[in-house]
Structures are given as C-alpha cells and as structure tokens.
C-alpha cells in the first residue's frame, strides 16, 4: 500500500480549531491558522510571521519547518518530508491493523513518545481529535520545563 497524502491528513474544514489548540495555547501564543491536522495528531500552523510550524504532540515540540504557506505546500511534495511529518509507514501499520479512523479521530498515543512510549502499533488507538489534543496539550505543558530524563509518576482519577 502506497499512501498518498489524503490519506495523512485529517479534512479541517468542520473542526473545532479554538477546542483542539486550547490546551497548546501554552506554546502556540503567535500561531493564527492551523492549515494542515496529520492522522497521528500534529498540527501544522501559520505564525504571525507568515511562517508554518510545525507542532509535534508526541513531545510537545513546536518548530518552523517552512518559511511561508508556498514553500510548505512545495515541501509536501518531498517524500522525505512527509515522510518525517506524517510517518506514512506507521499509519500504514495501523491501517492493516484495522485501526481505521472516523471523521472526528486521529491516532494517539496510549504513553506519549517524550514520556517513554514508543511508536509502535499495540502503542497507538483512533481517538477523538478533541480528547488527542486536550490530553497531549495538558501532559506537555506539566513536563516543559522539566531536565530530560526526569523520572514522572501520573495518578489516574476515574471520574
């Protein structure tokens, strides 16, 4: 199976922008527009700069990956780009897994990569795009500033 980008992306177009960036606000303060959601949850934005960033939920990094929408939509073309943004062959596996995704989902991750998780399948589930970008956003910004290599203990309260 070759993937082709549409198969990469989330349609943006009737999702809620202001819900799934609220709890990113922590790093996203100079980002006017989402332009591109992947499958596996990131986001690609517009800065006040006109620049597009790229935010990685897997480690709560964001970075600038072009310098305007143009040279971004050029670099989509480049497939060790989107091989490196979009993990065309992970969500490969995840498709013959039958973990296929609705309209409102995307891949997530069970144990977040920056908390030790690794990009595995059995480490992967569809979730809603809401609840990704809530849950990711909040664990990011509590570890920001911690050393790498900080030792993190988390307390579930079923609600």
């Known amino acids: 199976?070759?993937?082709?980008?549409?198969?990469?992306?989330?349609?943006?177009d009737t999702v809620d922008i202001a819900d799934i960036t609220s709890s990113w606000q922590w790093c996203l303060g100079n980002m006017h527009a989402v332009v591109t959601i992947s499958c596996l949850g990131d986001m690609f934005l517009i800065g006040d700069d006109n620049a597009v960033y790229w935010l990685q939920t897997?480690?709560?990094?964001?970075?600038k990956v072009a310098e305007n929408f143009e040279e971004y939509q050029k670099f989509l073309s480049y497939s060790e780009?989107?091989?490196d943004w979009f993990l065309p062959s992970l969500v490969e596996?995840?498709?013959?897994?039958?973990?296929?995704?609705?309209?409102?989902?995307?891949?997530s991750y069970k144990m977040l990569p920056v908390l030790g998780g690794e990009y595995t399948v059995?480490?992967?589930?569809?979730?809603?795009?809401?609840?990704h970008f809530s849950f990711s956003g909040q664990i990011c910004e509590?570890?920001?500033?911690?050393?790498?290599?900080?030792?993190?203990?988390?307390?579930?309260i079923k609600g």
């Open 122 to 131: 059995e480490n992967i589930e569809p979730v809603d795009m809401s609840v």
């Open 81 to 83: 780009k989107t091989d």
């Open 58 to 63: 897997d480690r709560g990094k964001l970075s």
């Open 1 to 12: 199976m070759n993937l082709s980008l549409e198969h990469l992306i989330k349609e943006i």
């Open 93 to 107: 596996k995840l498709l013959n897994a039958d973990k296929t995704l609705k309209p409102n989902q995307v891949y």
């Open 142 to 156: 509590q570890i920001k500033d911690l050393p790498d290599g900080t030792k993190v203990n988390f307390n579930f």
